[in-house]
């Protein structure tokens, strides 16, 4: 491989590309699925769940905007080829994360006999939008294939992903509230943690086993030895987790964070894993990163704007998480 | 239909329910701000009242666009693939500088603008306020600098049938990007002056007659009677403009068949794009050629210079129309209003009830002037570059037309949510006035924000 800038650039979009998703999948993943547990929460509980991701959704959504964005921008030719074949599964996500992203408003907002209406459709919402992404990470893993083996896949895949973005909303919850809705939250981790475990195995089985190719980037000496680490770490930090749900919550009130910082984890450990499997294709077997990219110097234009833009986004998205830390209390606009 | 016409038909919907928000937050962003600076200096906790109606349906409005713009990003690879294959390189690196400097901006401020004001210092409440509108700017900055570029394209080269950019400059300030930014701006800037007149006009009709009604309703008159014919002005030089660079789009606008000098001014017609002539016509002799070339004789171009390169005439002539009779309807009704509240610091029962209606008429012209302008952009999707017909993906038409009817629904639904919802929170603040202690907070603790220090 040369080290030149055409060569380079691409690289460092598809690198900046796979931290947003992860920032998104991790970000809205916990706002994704507190709207899902909101069909198990009772009407003040609800309220209150809303409160400890008001002021953040908005901002987590933006990371899934810049993901494909950048996509879009830096790999035009695999955004084309990905999203015309996931035609139908974006088009739910798309109209899922439009019902819950205004019913968190309208909700509020409503006549007191019409907001019953707008939390059901925000748990729509968020569960079809979680879904979906489940459903496309599991019809891209295969390589875009379609066929009713990839459609059972995809939907195993779809409540897996739904299941461990439950997981993070429960643990968030417990980061962000106390009393009876934190032992619940507790409880829902547990459940949800199941199925998380469930669809990683399943992902880390099918992946290997529907391209060669990726057969072979794991399980050849000695590329074995140095990739061991990523699912031992794994199977550590979930056992570790799972204790954890035993003692929490805990009477001095800390560690709330841990089960959050520990999913957040297990995430990007699943997210290298996934990004190794298909490096250095952006549509599995097709079409490399490199046969994907725009001109280098549109590259060059759209990177230099990032390396001067991320890091004070980075700063000021620190610093509104800062200014709403602490317990969620009742959110009002003044 | 095909594939082609229901993807417009998909796209055209969607910009069409998108563009409805961002008209109310480019400018609400601004106004908030003014409030708030009013209130800084003043400390009159009207100022905050109001900053507080208006702050909610800043949140609703944004959260509209928010959605409808995520639909938007995902809709160029699903259903115009071709778009981003030949032009990428020059669309990717605006739409990437929209979400890096402006959508990161505004989302995060959001925050702390909406849920922040007893949490962070008063000043960096009103710097959060200021971010906001800002960054709401900005995103009107690069995609209409996008968007412009597509309808006079500039400082490129094509290579292989793909885009290259060579001036970015060139690209950014492309020749009408100037004037399409500031009408649009503009219009932001009346469809937020009328809603506000509209609405405080309904709490008006509802027996309020509180202070912070009137603040909102007086910024919304006197501001909309300083900005429409300013408008006026502007949307005159965009014509001339677009009269420089586009135009076969003049000549649909106007409905001018044969080139040539004395063209009438058509008021109304019927055009008739088999025959080549308009039906019941009614016009001015020598407008047209007045009014683009100041001159009676002044040449002006018709369609016969375009043969089977112009947009369709139809939508165009009437387009433009609405969009005009629109803003003088405004002009008057504003003008009237500003008279009024010099005079009496009132407006009279009859006025109110033409200003409610009155609240949309910036959607209906910001709409209006879109389709006069996007339709005119047609048959290319890059003026001389690249066909609408060439981008498109390869997604059975069922498929789009399915999911097409299923926006359609959906979108109609949360309009008539929307709007619901703001003539219910006039209602609840036509009841609660000025009196009621704002939610959870006493009389006093509203002048001062918690962590002020």
């Known amino acids: 491989m040369t080290i030149d800038w055409p060569t380079i650039l691409p690289l460092i979009a598809a690198t900046l590309m796979g931290v947003a998703i992860l920032i998104y999948v991790i970000l809205d993943g916990f706002d994704l699925g507190i709207g899902i547990l909101f069909a198990v929460a009772g009407d003040h509980e609800q309220d209150r ?45 798309l109209v899922g994360l439009i019902l819950r992203g205004v019913a968190f408003d309208f909700r509020a907002k409503v006549p007191a006999g019409h907001k019953q209406r707008w939390n059901r459709l925000f748990f729509l919402g968020s569960l079809t939008a979680s879904l979906a992404q489940g459903y496309m990470l599991g019809v891209y893993v295969l390589g875009l294939r379609t066929g009713f083996p990839a459609f059972v896949f995809g939907a195993l895949v779809a409540m897996c992903l739904a299941a461990a973005y439950v997981a993070m909303g429960a643990a968030w919850l417990i980061y962000k509230t106390e009393g009876e809705l934190q032992k619940k939250a507790v409880l829902w981790l547990r459940s949800a943690l199941v199925f998380t475990v469930f669809g990683m195995v399943a992902v880390s089985i099918a992946t290997p086993l529907a391209s060669p190719r990726i057969f072979d980037r794991w399980f050849l000496f000695p590329e074995l030895l140095y990739l061991s680490p990523l699912p031992i770490l794994s199977a550590i930090l979930f056992l570790l987790l799972w204790r954890k749900t035993f003692q929490l919550p805990r009477p001095d009130g800390r560690q709330e964070l841990a089960p959050f910082l520990i999913l957040s984890a297990i995430f990007a450990l699943g997210f290298a894993g996934l990004a190794w499997s298909f490096y250095p294709y952006v549509v599995p077997d097709r079409v490399t990163i490199w046969q994907a990219a725009s001109a280098t110097e549109s590259l060059a234009l759209i990177l230099a704007g990032t390396a001067v833009v991320l890091p004070i986004i980075l700063f000021y998205s620190f610093y509104a998480y800062r200014v709403f830390g602490g317990k969620a209390g009742d959110l009002t606009y003044d | 239909m095909d594939a082609v016409m229901f993807s417009r038909i998909q796209f055209a919907a969607n910009i069409s329910f998108h563009i409805l ?200 008159i006197y501001a909309g009677a300083i900005l429409i014919p300013i408008q006026i002005f502007a949307g005159d030089q965009h014509g001339l403009n677009t009269l420089e660079h586009q135009p076969q789009k003049i000549a649909a606008m106007e409905a001018n068949w044969k080139t040539g000098p004395n063209i009438p001014l058509v008021l109304f017609a019927w055009p008739d794009e088999s025959a080549k002539e308009n039906h019941f016509e009614i ?95 047609q048959p290319w999707l890059v003026t001389g570059i690249l066909r609408t017909d060439e981008a498109v993906g390869g997604v059975a038409a069922s498929h789009v037309a399915t999911t097409l009817a299923i926006y359609l629904l959906l979108y109609a639904g949360l309009l008539a949510s929307y709007l619901g919802v703001l003539v219910h929170l006039a209602l609840k603040a036509a009841r609660e006035g000025d009196s009621a202690p704002l939610p959870a907070v006493l009389e006093q603790a509203l002048a001062q924000p918690v962590a002020d220090r």
Not at chain 1, 60 to 83: C, D, K, R, S, Y
Not at chain 2, 307 to 320: D, R
């Open chain 2, 21 to 220: 928000f961002p008209s109310i937050t480019i400018a609400l962003g601004w106004v908030l701000l003014f409030f708030k600076l009013r209130y800084n200096s003043t400390h009159d906790t009207a100022w905050m009242r109001a900053y507080f109606t208006w702050v909610k349906v800043f949140a609703l409005s944004f959260a509209m666009g928010v959605v409808s713009g995520v639909t938007m990003s995902f809709q160029f690879g699903t259903n115009w693939p071709g778009y981003m294959e030949h032009v990428g390189n020059i669309a990717g690196p605006l739409l990437a500088y929209e979400v890096l400097t402006a959508f990161f901006l505004e989302a995060v401020f959001l925050g702390i603008m909406l849920f922040g004001f007893r949490r962070v210092p008063n000043k960096v409440h009103t710097l959060a306020t200021f971010l906001v509108a800002f960054g709401t700017t900005m995103s009107a900055f690069w995609i209409l600098a996008l968007n412009s570029w597509m309808q006079t394209p500039a400082g490129f080269e094509m290579r292989d049938g793909v885009a290259h950019a060579i001036d970015w400059w060139a690209i950014v300030f492309n020749p009408s990007f100037p004037y399409r930014l500031i009408h649009m701006l503009l219009a932001s800037g009346l469809t937020v002056c009328f809603l506000m007149a509209g609405i405080s006009a309904l709490r008006y009709l509802a027996g309020d007659r509180s202070e912070s009604m009137m603040k909102a309703m007086r910024t919304g």
């Open chain 1, 49 to 93: 769940m809303i409160s400890a991701i008001g002021p953040f959704w908005d901002a987590n959504e933006t990371w899934l905007v810049l993901a494909v964005g950048l996509l879009l921008v830096a790999f035009p030719i695999a955004h084309g080829t990905i999203l015309t074949a996931l035609y139908i599964p974006v088009f739910i996500l």
């Open chain 2, 283 to 377: 016009s001015i002799p020598n407008g047209a050629s007045l009014i683009l070339r100041h001159h009676a004789d002044g040449v002006v171009p018709g369609l016969d210079q375009f043969e089977g390169n112009h947009p369709p005439v139809l939508p165009l002539f009437w387009g433009f129309r609405i969009m005009v009779g629109t803003g003088l309807l405004m002009l008057l009704v504003s003008w009237l209003g500003a008279v009024y509240l010099w005079r009496r610091d009132s407006v009279p029962h009859w006025l109110a009830y033409v200003m409610v209606p009155m609240g949309l008429s910036g959607w209906l012209a910001t709409l209006a002037g879109w389709y006069t302008t996007e339709i005119g952009r």
